[in-house]
């Protein structure tokens, strides 16, 4: 490992810091190098607030030495005005000369722009450090703008013996197949990404709330299939707690602040209707935990990125089938549970 990979791998760990609290930005680290010290670092933590560069800028307690230094940065600088000045016009105010970058911004309001902006400026700029790890850092970001839908993660839970549910039960809960850990991160990934999809029979039978009340963070978008309005309002998730939207066949539907309608034809084409309507609303990634049939009908016409699945230390002898999935996979173990992990790199 090179010097430049060092710092941008330095800059790739601060980035994490963001995940799930920067949308609809990226998540960017920044570090200040002089003389072979960091003198400065940050991270961009909330849409709206300070970029990176402007975190590791503002931390350096010797401004005089900035004019000496190298700026490293997992992303591109922007170089237009949105919620914040152009971080290019800073790294230019204080002279930064050298700027390494992990990977070019994908988003059509940057997409080199800003490299071209530094170099016409004198800057040394440095190109493509770690450009992988970078892109896989915001593999959400670079999914939406470049494949214009959001990162599609699919999850369920799966008894040994194959079932995801039982066939019937007593009242409109869940029947837990995975453990308390298993359930604990799986809210934690719910506060990871930007929505949550659930179909109506999921609805109908647990009565979610599709909330992270098991984990510390934001709670999702919640996207609710309801093709004829079988849902009613005492259901949680038309409590209006959280931003939803219905994505239904009826028509002419009132929207309140909290809960919007969206008209879709229910046909073969419904998961690309369902992608483009997220995309519409600006939404980076969804983690889709409905029932067989939603999940199976995203994995048929190949609309996932990522499957992860829960093998609980359970039999249910009889019950609704687990969606049909091939292809390679990881485990981790998680007490009692295991943990599939499945990549779609088509």
């Known amino acids: 490992m090179n010097i430049h990979e060092k710092y941008i791998n330095r800059c790739i760990a601060l980035a994490k810091n963001g995940l799930g609290?920067?949308?609809p930005n990226p998540m960017v680290g920044s570090i200040i190098v002089y003389n072979n010290e960091i003198i400065g670092e940050g991270w961009h933590r909330k849409a709206g607030e300070a970029h990176a560069e402007v975190n590791a800028i503002n931390s350096a307690k010797d401004s005089s030495l900035l004019s000496k230094a190298t700026i490293y940065?997992?992303?591109?600088p922007c170089s237009h005005y949105g919620k914040t000045p152009p971080c290019c016009d800073l790294i230019l105010k204080h002279k930064i000369p050298n700027v390494v970058i992990g990977t070019i911004d994908p988003h059509s309001k940057v997409a080199g722009s800003g490299i071209k902006r530094l170099e016409e400026n004198g800057v040394h700029v440095t190109v493509g450090i770690?450009?992988?790890?970078?892109?896989?850092?915001n593999k959400r970001f670079f999914t939406f703008h470049n494949k214009k839908r959001p990162y599609i993660v699919l999850k369920w839970a799966e008894s040994l013996d194959g079932f995801i549910a039982p066939l019937t039960k007593e009242k409109k809960a869940p029947v837990w197949i995975s453990n308390v850990f298993s359930r604990q991160l799986a809210h934690q990934w719910r506060s990871e990404e930007q929505?949550?999809?659930?179909?109506?029979?999921t609805v109908l039978e647990d009565n979610p709330k599709l909330d992270v009340r098991d984990w510390c963070g934001a709670n999702p978008i919640r996207i609710v299939l309801d093709r004829s309005g079988k849902i009613a309002k005492e259901f949680f998730v038309r409590d209006e707690k959280t931003k939803t939207i219905i994505i239904t066949e009826l028509e002419n539907l009132i929207a309140t602040e909290n809960c919007i309608y969206e008209n879709a034809i229910f046909d073969m084409e419904l998961t690309k209707t369902i992608v483009a309507i997220l995309y519409k609303y600006g939404i980076q990634s969804v983690?889709?935990?409905g029932g067989k049939q939603t999940l199976q009908s995203f994995i048929e016409d190949n609309l996932w990125d990522e499957a992860r699945v829960f093998i609980g230390n359970v039999h249910l002898e009889k019950g609704i089938e687990k969606p049909v999935l091939n292809g390679v996979y990881q485990t981790k173990d998680i007490k009692n549970d295991q943990l599939k992990l499945y990549f779609n790199h088509d």
């Not at 929505?195 to 029979?201: E, P, S």
């Open 21 to 23: 609290t920067t949308y």
């Open 195 to 201: 929505a949550i999809l659930v179909g109506t029979n």
């Open 287 to 289: 983690l889709i935990e």
């Open 130 to 137: 770690l450009e992988k790890e970078c892109q896989e850092l």
């Open 73 to 76: 940065v997992s992303l591109e």
